[in-house]
């Protein structure tokens, strides 16, 4: 259940860091489909102006239950941080504490409660398909994803990002302050139907974090799992 819990933590960090960037409405009166493309061009133009971004965030999963017509639904919070190039950093504070950090060289996924982490190399393509990708300063958004705005008036604007190619998650959306520029919250829709909502507050940029912070070293006794390693086959530090 650890494994399971922190899995679907990386999935969410993968899919929704996307978002974390601020965007601006036209003027009222403009159609979505006119509007869309254009506040995408300005998410972008925000991606590559910012260095790093840390932000509190409130997630919520619902899942759809295998093999029965039931539905769970978790919430979590805690601290996300991102600096450019291909690092990553999610503090999970509640329920229970868990880590994702990735130096852009390996990431690994911690789980304290269990003393257990797992470890994953970070190749080239590793964020291939993945929104994360445009945060940390790879990729085009409207080479990847199809956008569409559900309405360009009003505060926020909710744009949907559908990926061109195969991925994760079937679709990405972006609920936009058009007065500050800011995202206040997301939701991510993946390939089963779950769906993942995180709303931030406190957002800062260009606080050049310390390195250190994307950096993990397993403390002695935490059970250590490698990628493509047999089961069975950790090994505790």
Partial sequence: MAWMRNSRALLAALCVAVSLAGAAA????EEPKDCAREIAARVQSRYDGVKDIEARFTQK???VAFGGAGQQEMEASGVALFAKPGRMRWTYEKPEPSLVVSDGKTLWIYDPTAREAQEFPVGQGFLSGTAVQFLLGEGKILDAFTVRAERCTGDPVRLVLTPREEASYETLELLVSPASGDVRATAVVDL????TDV???SLRVDRN???ARFRFEPEPGVRVLRANEPAGAGVSK
Avoid: H, L, T, Y
């Fill in 61 to 63: 999963s619902k899942s």
């Fill in 209 to 211: 974090p310390d390195p």
């Fill in 26 to 29: 036209r003027a009222d009166g």
């Fill in 192 to 195: 089963f139907g779950n769906r």
């Fill in 199 to 201: 709303s931030f507050e």
